[in-house]
């Protein structure tokens, strides 16, 4: 079946950093793929997107580029900030329309 | 526009309780899912509804059942509620545009289960 798969954290950085998360995900067929965030106490909220293959997804500064031949959408920010530190989920929705997310990965932001 | 809306908030459960779990959302949307966050473990998949008359089973059915009441409801219903399934409870809902392909799940703010 469908799964995704990120790494594991906690990632600690300090402030300015350049921060990379990998996703990787099996699918048939052609999903959407997401990143979405989680501050403490809250609901997720999503945080980017790409709909097809080469798709490059972009939102406060994060980026994360849909890559069919690698089945990866590693999410990428050039420098982080404290404001950051949160848990950082990658997902997947299949043709069908079920939305399955990974592991999650807590980003930690040293100032 | 209250988007995604889940009560209640918190719950304490006795072992062997049923209860349940009430989502609505205000935003037209086809798609309603219902999800187990625990320690670890990300966000799991308990049940979704692709559209409104149909339900499907996800990664861990068991233990719940669920009821597309119309296009704005769901609920997830636990009829004989165990220790395992304490959990941060989510729901969240998605629009589907056949054409545009621009899935976007909207998420309400959890429900904090524990069963004693």
């Known amino acids: 079946g469908d799964s995704v798969t990120q790494m594991e954290g906690p990632v600690t950085l300090s402030e300015e950093a350049f921060l990379t998360i990998n996703c990787t995900y099996t699918?048939?067929?052609?999903?959407?793929l997401f990143w979405y965030v989680q501050y403490p106490g809250e609901g997720l909220q999503l945080l980017l997107k790409a709909t097809k293959a080469d798709d490059k997804g972009s939102n406060k500064g994060f980026e994360a580029t849909y890559r069919k031949e690698t089945t990866s959408f590693h999410l990428e920010k050039g420098s982080v900030q404290v404001s950051d530190s949160a848990v950082y989920f990658c997902a997947l929705m299949d043709s069908s329309y079920k939305l399955i997310f990974g592991s999650g990965t807590r980003l930690l932001v040293r100032p | 526009n209250a988007g995604v809306t889940q009560t209640p908030k918190f719950q304490v459960l006795k072992t062997g309780q049923s209860m349940t779990l009430q989502c609505a959302q205000d935003?037209?949307?086809?798609?309603m899912y219902w999800y187990r966050q625990d320690p670890g473990m990300g966000l799991r998949l308990i049940y979704y509804?692709?559209?409104?008359?149909?339900?499907d089973k996800g990664e861990v059915p068991n233990g719940y059942n669920v009821s597309r009441l119309n296009k704005r409801e769901f609920s997830l219903r636990l009829e004989s509620a165990a220790p395992s399934q304490t959990s941060v409870y989510f729901c969240?809902?998605?629009?589907?545009?056949?054409?545009?392909?621009?899935?976007?799940?909207?998420f309400g703010q959890g429900t904090r289960l524990t069963v004693v």
């Open positions: 509804s692709a559209s409104e008359g149909t339900t």
């Open positions: 969240a809902s998605s629009r589907r545009n056949l054409g545009t392909n621009n899935p976007e799940a909207f």
């Open positions: 699918a048939t067929g052609y999903p959407s």
């Open positions: 935003m037209n949307h086809n798609s």
